[in-house]
């Protein structure tokens, strides 16, 4: 229940993020024009002095706003992507303990291990058991032994 509760949350939070890193990014592009364009302005004024001041304070803030917004966005995307890789797979092997028969398949809500299923394929008399419950990502089965 609890893991129903986290997933919409944080995916709230990243709508959020990615809307202020938007405002941001908007807002220094604004800035670099308004430095542009009282650059173009201060030239032809005599007071050019205080304008270079001006439109170079601008341009610097919108460069900072741009490189922190750009790197956020850049942050963010690589830790979305980091989550999606670490979920683990669990996996259930299914013995026959007649013939041997082996087949690993994704874990399904109730399996444990020595949990009796239905008949083999190959010996309709015989139930497949479950014989491992473990994770893929480590690629090492981990067995249970009763
Ligand atoms: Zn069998």
Do not use: H, W
Request: some cysteine; proline content about 3%.
């Amino acid at each position: 229940m609890a893991q129903k509760q986290t997933s919409p949350g944080t995916q709230k939070i990243s709508n959020y993020i990615m809307m202020i890193i938007l405002i941001v990014l908007v807002l220094s592009v604004v800035s670099i024009i308004l430095a542009v364009s009282v650059y173009m302005n201060g030239v032809s004024t005599p007071q050019a002095g205080t304008d270079d001041l001006t439109a170079g304070f601008l341009a610097v803030i919108g460069l900072i706003a741009l490189s922190m917004s750009m790197f956020t966005l850049y942050q963010s995307r690589r830790q979305a992507a980091e989550m999606k890789i670490e979920i683990p797979k669990v996996m259930t092997t299914v013995e026959c303990k007649k013939c041997g028969t082996k087949t690993v398949r994704e874990f399904q809500r109730g399996d444990y291990v020595y949990k009796d299923l239905d008949a083999c394929p190959k010996c309709p008399d015989t139930k497949q058991l479950i014989t491992a419950v473990y994770k893929e990502i480590k690629e090492k089965e981990k067995t249970y032994n009763v």
